[in-house]
């Protein structure tokens, strides 16, 4: 009996994905947690051998605890299930050591593909991922938590918006956003919303 750990904040998405993977690959025990401490709690007392790990989560972002597993748990392979685009967020992921990635709205064939490939030590590596050319995008620089600043700020948000959402302070945000928009060469708000959009980092 193989393990797999599905950490995911929505039940819906839980049950969804537990019900499809235990149809098609029936040797699976599926446990969840809803967020990063349950989920490093449960690998800390129970044996696993996979991880679905969603992106967007209450507190640390999936990157966050991406990073966090790979250096605690470094021989568990850690499969991203999000809802964000290939574009947005997969080469970022991988680059942290995901085994793959998949998105909430893929054929189910596809979630399962992913799982027996990092089951077996391999890695599933979406067939829209373009290779980056040359050094890539400017936003490949940015930190973790700066990308997902510009993100937000690419979505409109105000910065005392981002830092309740974030728990930071509004200095904190504000010296976020001057940082980014030094690496991007950037002035403005406004021209960071562009550069978000045009560069499709926004839904």
């Known amino acids: ?13 839980r049950q969804g994905i537990a019900r499809v993977l235990a149809e098609a690959i029936p040797d699976l025990r599926i446990s969840e947690a809803v967020g990063g401490e349950e989920a490093l709690s449960h690998l800390r007392s129970a044996a696993c051998h996979l991880i679905l790990l ?44 995901a085994a793959g990635y998949v998105t909430k709205d893929s054929d189910p064939e596809e979630l399962v593909r992913a799982v027996r490939a990092a089951l ?7 067939s829209s991922l373009e290779p980056p050319a040359g050094d890539g995008p400017a936003h490949e620089a940015l930190s973790d938590r700066e990308y ?42 406004a021209e960071l919303i562009h550069y978000a959009i045009v560069n499709r980092l926004v839904q």
Do not use: C, W
Not at 1 to 13: A, T
Not at 58 to 78: H, M, N, Q, Y
Not at 120 to 126: E, F, I, L, S
């Open 54 to 97: 969603d992106l967007t989560l209450r507190g640390d972002s999936g990157l966050t605890l991406l990073r966090k597993l790979r250096r605690e748990f470094p021989a568990i392979p850690v499969l991203i299930v999000s809802m964000h685009s290939v574009d947005q967020f997969a080469a970022r992921a991988l680059q942290a050591g």
């Open 1 to 13: 009996m193989r393990n797999i750990l599905l950490v995911d904040d929505h039940p819906v998405v």
């Open 148 to 189: 997902q600043v510009l993100r937000m700020i690419g979505a409109g948000r105000t910065v005392s918006e981002i830092g309740t959402e974030l728990g930071l302070s509004v200095k904190t945000v504000s010296t976020y956003r001057a940082r980014i928009l030094e690496k991007l060469q950037l002035r403005t708000s």
């Open 120 to 126: 077996g030590g391999g890695r599933y590596v979406p």
